[in-house]
């Protein structure tokens, strides 16, 4: 499985971005997707993740702000980013899980501006 991540950028603390991370060559289908982030110096942690059911789950730091979806006809995952914040600064991941394993696409970088 391929994944491609696209979206990042510069913006200003409140503004909004969107995030995509496109899927390819899954024989099997794709279960759960998700997105992970990594700012510089520290561990990449998780932000948001949602199954193939449409199930979502959040990191605590940005509920309320962020929205995960994903078009499973088209396999493509999003990150909907809203009021974003300075220590939202990080470079972006998106992962998916097959039925036999995971996968991760490059990182798009998000630059948030005080």
């Known amino acids: 499985v391929q994944l491609q991540a696209s979206g990042g950028g510069l913006v200003q603390a409140g503004e909004s971005l969107r995030l995509s991370c496109a899927a390819s060559?899954?024989?099997?289908?794709?279960?759960?997707m998700a997105w992970y982030r990594q700012a510089p110096g520290k561990q990449r942690e998780f932000v948001a993740r949602?199954?193939?059911?449409?199930?979502?789950h959040y990191a605590d730091s940005v509920k309320g702000r962020f929205t995960v979806s994903r078009d499973n006809a088209k396999n493509t995952l999003y990150l909907q980013m809203n009021s974003l914040k300075p220590e939202d600064t990080a470079a972006y991941y998106c992962?998916?899980?097959?039925?036999?394993?995971?996968?991760w696409g490059q990182g798009t970088q998000v630059t948030v501006s005080s």
């Open positions: 992962s998916a899980e097959t039925n036999t394993r995971g996968y």
């Open positions: 949602i199954n193939s059911g449409g199930l979502t």
């Open positions: 060559g899954s024989r099997f289908g794709i279960n759960a």
